[in-house]
C-alpha cells in the first residue's frame, strides 16, 4: 500500500487497528507514523499538531515493561474527545520479549476509535506481535534518484551520487551521509589509515 492510500484510509477510518512500518534506518519510518497518527486522528493539523493532541501518545526506547503496561490503561481508558486514539511505538523492535508479551493483550482485543502504530525492525519483533499487525514496508529507492533529490536540495552532486550509493537508496541515511560532519569525518578516518598503513601509528 502506497503512502497517499495508506493515509487516505486512515482519514476514512478503514484500517486494522494496529500498523506495523517497516523499513531500514533513515528509510522514514517514524515520519510516516506520525503523518499516519495525524491522519487518523480527526481534527489533526499534520505532524506538527500532534504534541497539543490529548489523545495521541508516543512512546520511544528504552521500554520498560511497565511502560507499556500504562500505555495499555490509557487504550482502555475513555478518551478525551471521545473520538479516536493514536499511540505509536518508535523503534518497537528494541522492546524485549517481556515488553512485547505486555503488549500482546491490547492487539489481541483492541479497544475502539483506537490506532496502535508500531515502527521498526520487523527481525526485532515477535511473530505473535507481527501477525497482529498490518504492515507497511518502507524500501529503498533508486540510487539515481535519491542523488538528484539531494543535489536538487543543495549538495554537491559527487558527494550527493556518493552519498546515495553508500546509503544503497535510503534516502534518510543519504542526506546524513552527504553533511559535512560526515564528510569531515571520512576524511579523518583516510588520514588515520593512511599513517597507521604508511607513516607509524596514528
Not at 499487525?133 to 536540495?153: D, F, I, K, N, S
Amino acid at each position: 500500500m502506497d503512502r497517499n492510500r495508506l493515509l487516505g484510509c486512515l482519514r476514512a477510518g478503514n484500517v486494522m487497528h494496529a500498523l506495523l512500518i517497516a523499513g531500514p534506518d533513515g528509510s522514514g519510518r517514524a515520519a510516516l507514523a506520525r503523518e499516519a497518527a495525524a491522519a487518523f486522528l480527526a481534527g489533526v493539523l499534520g505532524p506538527d499538531g500532534l504534541s497539543a493532541c490529548p489523545d495521541y501518545r508516543e512512546l520511544s526506547a528504552p521500554y520498560g515493561v511497565d511502560d507499556i503496561r500504562t500505555m495499555t490503561e490509557a487504550m482502555a481508558a475513555q478518551s478525551f474527545s471521545h473520538g479516536r486514539r493514536a499511540f505509536v511505538l518508535l523503534d518497537a523492535h528494541l522492546m524485549n520479549a517481556n515488553c512485547q508479551n505486555a503488549l500482546l493483550k491490547s492487539l489481541e482485543e483492541p479497544p475502539a476509535d483506537t490506532l496502535l502504530l508500531l515502527e521498526g525492525h520487523e527481525p526485532g519483533l515477535l511473530p505473535t506481535i507481527r501477525s497482529r499487525c498490518a504492515v507497511v514496508r518502507l524500501g529503498a529507492e533508486p540510487p539515481e534518484a535519491v542523488a538528484q533529490a539531494l543535489a536538487a536540495g543543495g549538495v554537491d552532486p559527487a558527494r550527493a551520487a556518493n552519498a546515495a550509493a553508500w546509503s544503497g537508496g535510503v534516502a534518510g541515511l543519504a542526506r546524513t551521509l552527504a553533511t559535512d560532519e560526515h564528510a569531515a569525518f571520512r576524511l579523518d578516518a583516510a588520514a588515520c589509515l593512511q599513517t597507521a598503513l604508511f607513516g607509524g601509528s596514528p
